[in-house]
């Protein structure tokens, strides 16, 4: 079964149309997202998480900013107030020593209490002078106002005291302080002081004060501040939740979803299977399990690109849905490969009736731009709970059917039964008894004589595989090719047959060359010409007695590949024959991009040259090209001297058939040596 991988695009392939892409397609494109979900998604989320980082650095920062000057404004205020507080006592304690010392002067009439006055003045005088600065303007204001004469006049009156307190007159000094007007005026500045000091306190403590008030509304418009920011962030993490929620539905859709075709996937597929045989088993009915395999689908991808095989794809998911009913349901298994779940009746007719208008609609030609592209479908039915009720099982079962309907024909269909797991036992038994052949050497070289049509010598042989089976015996090809390739161990079973003839070359003559033929699988494999040059190298043969034979198959499955392993394979020195030339696709095109040194032209032909007239012109015209090209032919399937004369009048120089010698082992080619093979008539 042809089986390609999931195409996984991140925007619709555009329609094939001269090379351009059609409007519906660039609509389509225009509406798909540039960046895929797990990107937006991420985007979102660190943009939600900036968002959130940025409000609280914001709100952390204004109110380390507002603690850190409400501190600062709170310790000078504090400050400011035991300053305060401190001046009105010290002014308080300043004022009495004044008042102490003057009137001990008058009422000792000793100078030293003048000299102490003196020494008091001077300092009141800066304490009121700090306090002025502590003030507040309208409290200095109404001081000077209440102070400035009454001051002036106690300052007269006290210098006319301690005057007379100098000369002896103590009784003039006692008059002037006895006197109603200095104890009005003493009485006055001391009110004032005492105002002016409870005014500065005052001030300072009122200052605390508002400077509370203030950093408690500072306090509540941050509340509201971050109130109202909390709310604008909460809205905007509402917004990306829900842009997240809407981003993991998509998620989850595409995660059960096939992304080209839309269809639901492997992992949909099994959920769809367990509802579906629940409620089959509570309703006692039957669900047929459809496997459905594109034929000639590989062709179109090699050809026309996986570009045109992605809308070949969702075609057929288009069809699909088409013909299903509303309560079944199609999925893509993978590749080429698609499941039907769909109810049955119990019997064959539902399923048999629903895969044969799959088979007929996958049949009808699909307008792919300006191509019009065919392929085929084939289907393996499986059916619960006859078949089994487990999910796996069921597409095992399924897909026995369907390998069993494509050995049988493309284009069909197949019903599970009982033979089948026996079949496909059978075919891991062979596929492990082949690795383990290729392993113990059981695969052996015989060959095939090709011979010079002119002089009837052999010219060369074709190398050809036979396995010794342990229990089976002696197996042809045809028994074990189709499985080595279908597994991958064509590739190291052809490397066992090429090396072990090379190690038995002693009853070959050294002037025959050896062919051998390429699997399509081969041709993928960068390691093909190293491998083959390790292997020359070690049974010391040139490469440049090896024949390389590439079937048109191979050319077809990936031209490019073939084209990469001819250059390398004629750089190294081997040779480049076109086998079965005619039969495959485009041959023209390939010897027009390829040189190849020979072309061997399919038994077919051969074989039907005396009753079909076309054919034997048809090889002529391949002869005739070959001499144009300049190239020699090889005529595969030479069984009559007839058909030999007929070749060797039409050109051909070379060929291959019974009429020379069927595939025989190499130890039987020494009669062969230094003889010719059949004498030309």
């Not at 009137?103 to 009141?124: C, K, N, T, Y």
């Not at 839309?262 to 367990?274: E, F, S, Y």
């Not at 596929?431 to 090709?450: D, H, K, S, W």
């Not at 190690?503 to 491998?531: K, Y």
Request: glycine residues 8%; proline residues 5%.
């Amino acid at each position: 079964m042809a089986r390609r991988p999931d195409s996984v695009p991140d925007v619709l392939h555009p329609q094939v149309g001269e090379g351009l892409p059609s409007p519906q397609a660039q609509a389509a494109a225009s509406l798909l997202p540039s960046v895929s979900i797990v990107e937006q998604t991420m985007a979102e989320a660190r943009r939600a998480l900036v968002l959130v980082l940025a409000v609280a650095g914001v709100l952390l920062g204004v109110l380390l900013i507002e603690r850190w000057y409400y501190a600062a404004a709170q310790g000078e205020a504090n400050h400011r107030h035991a300053e305060a507080l401190r001046l009105a006592g010290a002014m308080r304690l300043v004022d009495l020593q004044l008042t102490t010392a003057a009137q001990m002067a008058v009422i000792s009439g000793q100078a030293e209490w003048v000299q102490r006055f003196d020494r008091h003045l001077p300092e009141f005088n800066r304490l009121l002078a700090e306090a002025r600065a502590l003030a507040p303007a309208d409290a200095t204001a109404r001081f000077d106002a209440a102070t400035g004469s009454a001051a002036a006049e106690l300052d007269d009156m006290r210098e006319s005291a301690f005057e007379a307190v100098q000369v002896g007159a103590v009784d003039v000094a006692r008059r002037i302080f006895e006197g109603e007007r200095y104890r009005q005026k003493t009485a006055l500045l001391q009110k004032a002081i005492a105002d002016f000091s409870e005014a500065t306190v005052t001030a300072a403590g009122q200052e605390i004060t508002n400077m509370r008030r203030r950093n408690a509304l500072i306090g509540v418009l941050l509340l509201v501040g971050a109130c109202f920011l909390g709310v604008l962030l909460w809205r905007r993490l509402m917004g990306s939740r829900g842009h997240l929620l809407r981003a993991e539905e998509r998620v989850k859709h595409l995660a059960a979803s096939d992304l080209l075709t839309g269809l639901p996937n492997r992992t949909a597929l099994h959920d769809a299977m367990a509802v579906a045989m629940g409620r089959t088993a509570r309703g006692g009915t039957r669900l047929a399990v459809l496997m459905i395999d594109l034929d000639r689908f590989k062709p179109v991808n090699d050809r026309h690109g996986h570009m045109v095989g992605d809308l070949v794809l969702k075609e057929v998911a288009q069809r699909l849905q088409g013909l299903i009913r509303s309560g079944d349901t199609c999925a893509r298994y993978g590749g080429d490969e698609f499941v039907v779940l769909a109810a049955d009746e119990g019997t064959p007719s539902a399923a048999h009736h629903l895969a044969d208008r799959i088979v007929q609609a996958m049949g009808q030609p699909m307008k792919v731009g300006s191509l019009s592209i065919t392929i085929g479908s084939t289907v393996g039915i499986a059916r619960f709970p006859d078949d089994g009720t487990d999910a796996d099982e069921l597409l095992r079962k399924a897909d026995s059917a369907l390998y069993r309907a494509k050995s049988d024909s493309r284009g069909g269909l197949c019903f599970y039964d009982v033979g089948l797991d026996e079949l496909v036992a059978e075919r891991a038994a062979l596929e492990q008894a082949m690795r383990e052949g290729i392993a113990r050497g059981e695969f052996v070289p015989y060959a095939q004589p090709i011979v010079d049509l002119s002089t009837g010598r052999v010219h060369s042989l074709e190398l050809l595989a036979r396995w010794h089976h342990p229990q089976r015996g002696l197996l042809p090809p045809a028994q074990f090719i189709p499985l080595a390739e279908e597994t991958g161990l064509i590739g190291p079973m052809t490397m066992a047959v090429l090396g072990a003839a090379l190690s038995d070359r002693s009853c070959l003559d050294p002037d025959w060359r050896i062919s051998f033929n390429v699997a399509p699988q081969q041709i993928q494999d960068e390691s093909l010409v190293p491998q083959l040059l390790a292997l020359l190298a070690r049974h010391r043969v040139p490469p440049s007695r090896l024949d390389v034979e590439l079937t048109e198959s191979a050319l077809v499955r990936d031209t490019d590949a073939a084209r990469r392993v001819m250059h390398a394979l004629k750089q190294a020195g081997f040779t480049v024959t076109l086998d079965d030339f005619g039969t495959g696709h485009s041959s023209l095109s390939y010897l027009a991009e390829l040189e190849f040194d020979k072309i061997k032209i399919d038994r077919t032909f051969v074989h039907t040259m005396r009753e079909r007239p076309e054919s034997a012109k048809i090889v002529d015209a391949i002869i005739g090209l070959s001499r144009s090209l300049g190239v020699p032919t090889v005529a595969e399937g030479i069984e009559t001297e007839a058909d030999a004369q007929r070749l060797r009048s039409m050109g051909c120089l070379y060929g291959q058939g019974y009429l020379y010698g069927r595939p025989m082992p190499l130890q039987a080619l020494s009669m062969l040596r230094g003889s010719p093979v059949m004498l030309p008539a």
